[in-house]
T-cell receptor
């Protein structure tokens, strides 16, 4: 089956610093990638949708200058949390989708901002 | 109208029993209804999905029942096993939208007692 990886699996950073999370589709080309955020014991909330080579589309209430998304190739998307604060601590999950195919989810990245 | 309401929030079932989780939606444009299984610290994995042109779909011990007129769908796990203990999310999407944005339910934490 299709595999999506995320790196790192967990990261701790200090308040005010930036952190980058990578999402890769390992065995297929993803025309669309999605970034989700999940708080403990809560559902997945879509943050943004990105298509290869174009700007990401952010959901209402998501700060695009704080959560920078780059989808530079058909197998790689990155999420950069800029000037992170403790309230940004969460579980970030990406998913990848071939054209008109199903979404495959990555294993998630646990971000802790101290 | 974009919401998907899921119940119950938590569920405890004895080993060998039937686990039933229900979801309801409002948006009649939804035409793809997947169920995801998520273990702690992991990303969600697709279990089974259904389109509205059928009323039931079965894959192994997992069955989706779909009631288009009531705008409801449910997941049945037959012969529930301790390994099925996880959080389950229903979701809905419109395949006609190229990006296939998923709207997730609130999640059900399922515990199977041995």
């Amino acid at each position: 089956g299709a595999v999506v990886s995320q790196h790192p699996s967990w990261v701790i950073c200090k308040s005010g610093t930036s952190v980058k999370i990578e999402c890769r589709s390992l065995d297929f080309q993803a025309t669309t990638m999605f970034w989700y955020r999940q708080f403990p014991k809560q559902s997945l909330m879509l943050m943004a949708t990105s298509n290869e080579g174009s700007k990401a589309t952010y959901e209402q209430g998501v700060e695009k200058d704080k959560f920078l998304i780059n989808h530079a190739s058909l197998t790689l998307s990155t999420l950069t949390v800029t000037s992170a604060h403790p309230e940004d601590s969460s579980f970030y999950i990406c998913s990848a989708r071939q054209y008109r195919g199903q979404q495959y989810f990555g294993p998630g990245t646990r971000l802790t901002v101290t | 109208q974009q919401q998907v309401k899921q119940s119950p929030q938590s569920l405890i079932v004895q080993k060998g029993g039937i686990s039933i989780i229900n979801c309801a939606y409002e948006n009649t444009a939804f035409d793809y209804f997947p169920w995801y299984q998520q273990f702690p610290g992991k990303g969600p994995a697709l279990l089974i999905a259904i389109r509205p042109d059928v009323s039931e779909k079965k894959e192994g011990r997992f069955t989706i029942s779909f009631n288009k007129s009531a705008k409801q769908f449910s997941l049945h796990i037959m012969d529930s096993q301790p390994g099925d203990s996880a959080t389950y999310f229903c979701a809905a999407s419109t395949l006609k939208q190229g990006a296939q944005k998923l709207v997730f339910g609130q999640g059900t934490r399922l515990t199977i007692n041995p």
